[in-house]
């Protein structure tokens, strides 16, 4: 009796007719990499939109920097304040030289036959002509006040060293005595050239 024989059952990996066994059909592994696939692509799309915003973002800000830094460059730089001279501040200045110069202290009265009894005080001064004209001096031009404020007007020819009556020329000075009426204490006295001019004061020492 012949034995029957059967067909063999396809091998694992082997075709098979459709429907049959064998391996998963390949549609399904495809729709697995699209899908991966658009993944990818929408991840490094965010990381290239992420990179776009911050390069406008950084941008912006550099555009911003370098505006301020080219206005602060044109700027014209403020002029350095100048140093003083602080030596030359310091000194004083030099004291302008006035065009007469008096001096003026005690002095014994020097009695002339002309001098009246009773008491007299005297004066000894130095004029000195320090502009650029002549000087005019004139005993009558002096006047001596004592320390209670009392005007006295010049005696003339009382005292034997009376100022002279002179002209001096620019430089020149002469020297005598101004003499008042009664013992008093001179405190200053007074020059004024031809009796108009601006007086002229010196304190008696």
């Known amino acids: 009796m012949s034995?029957?024989?059967?067909p063999q059952p396809p091998q694992p990996g082997q075709g098979g007719p459709q429907g049959g066994w064998g391996t998963p059909p390949q549609p399904a592994k495809k729709s697995r990499g699209k899908f991966i696939g658009f993944g990818c692509l929408g991840v490094v799309a965010?990381?290239?939109?992420?990179?776009?915003?911050?390069?406008?973002?950084?941008?912006?800000?550099?555009?911003?920097?370098d505006k301020a830094g080219s206005t602060a460059s044109s700027a014209p730089a403020a002029a350095a304040p100048k140093k003083k001279d602080t030596a030359k501040d310091t000194e004083p200045a030099a004291p302008k030289t006035a065009p007469v110069r008096?001096?003026?202290?005690?002095?014994?009265f020097a009695k002339t036959i002309l001098a009246e009894s009773g008491d007299y005080t005297s004066v000894a001064i130095t004029i000195t002509n320090n502009g650029d004209g002549k000087l005019s001096v004139n005993p009558l031009y002096f006047a001596i006040?004592?320390?209670?404020?009392?005007?006295h007007t010049a005696e003339l020819g009382v005292d034997d060293e009376q100022i002279a009556t002179v002209d001096l020329a620019p430089g020149e000075n002469v020297s005598g005595t101004v003499t008042g009426k009664g013992a008093f204490t001179p405190k200053y006295v007074t020059y004024t050239e031809n009796l108009i001019g601006d007086p002229v004061r010196a304190d008696v020492s």
């Open 102 to 108: 008096i001096t003026a202290k005690k002095a014994a």
């Open 3 to 6: 034995q029957q024989q059967y």
């Open 145 to 151: 006040t004592d320390s209670a404020g009392t005007k």
């Open 46 to 65: 965010l990381f290239i939109l992420i990179g776009a915003i911050g390069a406008a973002t950084g941008g912006g800000d550099d555009k911003t920097d």
